[in-house]
């Protein structure tokens, strides 16, 4: 009876730790993935501007420390991403007049850690209107982060207390 106890008791803790195991590889994995998502930033350029200044402005975004590359979307591009991500409904968009969109650059940045800095510069350029990035989003994905790696090194080192055979 004893034996039988201890075999059980062993073989739900390996389970329990098994599947502690395999949620912490696949949070971890998740925010890997929706951190690569959140490396751009987009740069909304003001109206009418003359195309050797969008031109001057997209050379000023690539000297910029952290970038790593800048990809322009023209308001007509921007209009039809639009209207393919609303899917069935993108056919509301075709009664719109004038196109309201603006031209941008979507930036790329080479990691989350130029990310402040990066920002900070683009707001300083003339002819940007708007910098839309979602630090809180980042901020919150990296304390995430951490926990899980806080917290999968203390149940690595909880179990060698407890089964130091394993």
């Not at 109206?47 to 050797?52: A, T, V």
Request: hydrophobic share 45%; aromatic share 10%.
């Amino acid at each position: 009876m004893m034996s039988i106890a201890s075999v059980s008791s062993v073989a739900a803790t390996l389970i329990i730790l098994g599947i502690i195991f395999i949620l912490i590889i696949n949070i971890n994995s998740l925010t890997d993935s929706v951190k690569v998502q959140f490396d751009s930033v987009q740069v909304y350029l003001q109206d009418d501007l003359d195309r050797n200044v969008i031109e001057d402005i997209g050379n000023d975004i690539v000297n910029i420390v952290g970038v790593k590359e800048i990809i322009f979307e023209s308001r007509g591009k921007a209009l039809e991403n639009m209207k393919e991500s609303w899917d069935e409904n993108g056919y509301l968009l075709d009664g719109l007049e004038e196109n309201p969109l603006p031209d941008s650059y979507i930036v790329v940045l080479k990691g989350l850690v130029y990310s402040e800095h990066v920002v900070s510069e683009l707001k300083l350029i003339e002819g940007v209107e708007e910098v839309k990035y979602y630090q809180d989003v980042i901020d919150k994905l990296l304390n995430v982060t951490q926990f899980i790696r806080t917290f999968r090194i203390s149940d690595y080192c909880y179990t060698y207390l407890l089964y130091p055979h394993l």
